[in-house]
């Protein structure tokens, strides 16, 4: 079974510009979240998405966003960009994200904004 | 928010000797589980421990939950170099319209050396 896809890997933009990211959960799996990882502030949570809805939203400026198409498959956008929205973003899908539930990772977008 | 927090930030260890790695956490919970990080990669699932629970098994791991005291540790035996990563544990809180996400520390950095 093929596991979480993200594209791309790498992604280099300058402030001001946006940026999209794509996710490709497990076949099968109706959950996608989405994580920052920084150095600084650690792994938080951004959005999850379920069978095309959003469901949960993390502490993020509305330049932050999310949609989920009906394979599931998610992007997130992130508009006028900062520096410090540098950070290495994950996405995990799960069947259903209900207690217990556990969470496959894909490998991340690094995304450096100069 | 973090909810967890791992002690030690950083532990280094020479090959074959076990790590012991500490999680505390601050609201009840109904699960803690355990992640792997390769650096800059994704995360791996590593172990998922119920509240009910106070140790589990897992090949080399160990886990042990303390509810009493809001702390978990996840215990490595004999380690190898190739188990040099960084470790978070993560919680999961209900956040609305049915699902969950996932708290995860700032975890503790792994060096095995050979």
């Known amino acids: 079974k093929a596991g979480v896809t993200q594209t791309p890997r790498y992604l280099i933009k300058t402030r001001g510009q946006q940026v999209t990211l794509s996710c490709s959960p497990i076949s099968g799996h109706r959950s996608v979240s989405w994580y920052q990882q920084t150095p600084g502030q650690g792994l938080q949570f951004l959005f999850e998405y379920f069978s095309e809805t959003q469901r949960n939203k993390g502490n993020f400026p509305g330049r932050f966003s999310g949609r989920q198409f009906s394979n599931s498959r998610s992007e997130m956008n992130v508009s006028t960009l900062e520096l410090g929205d540098s950070a290495l973003y994950l996405c995990?899908?799960?069947?259903?994200?209900?207690?217990?539930?556990?969470?496959?990772f894909g490998q991340g977008t690094r995304l450096t904004v100069v | 928010s973090q909810q967890g927090e791992e002690d030690p930030q950083a532990l280094s260890i020479q090959e074959g000797e076990n790590a012991t790695m500490n999680c505390s956490y601050k609201?009840?919970?109904?699960?803690l589980q355990w992640y792997r990080q390769n650096s800059g990669r994704g995360l791996v699932h590593l172990i998922l421990?119920?509240?009910?629970?106070r140790e589990k098994h897992s090949g080399r791991l160990r886990v042990t939950l303390d509810t009493s005291k809001k702390s978990s540790s996840l215990l490595i035996t004999a380690s190898r170099a190739a188990d040099t990563a960084s470790y978070f544990c993560a919680t999961d809180a209900r956040s609305g319209a049915g699902s969950y996400q996932l708290t995860f520390g700032k975890g503790t950095k792994l060096s095995v050396i050979p």
């Open positions: 609201t009840s919970i109904n699960n």
């Open positions: 995990a899908s799960s069947l259903a994200m209900v207690r217990g539930t556990e969470a496959f």
């Open positions: 421990i119920r509240s009910n629970e």
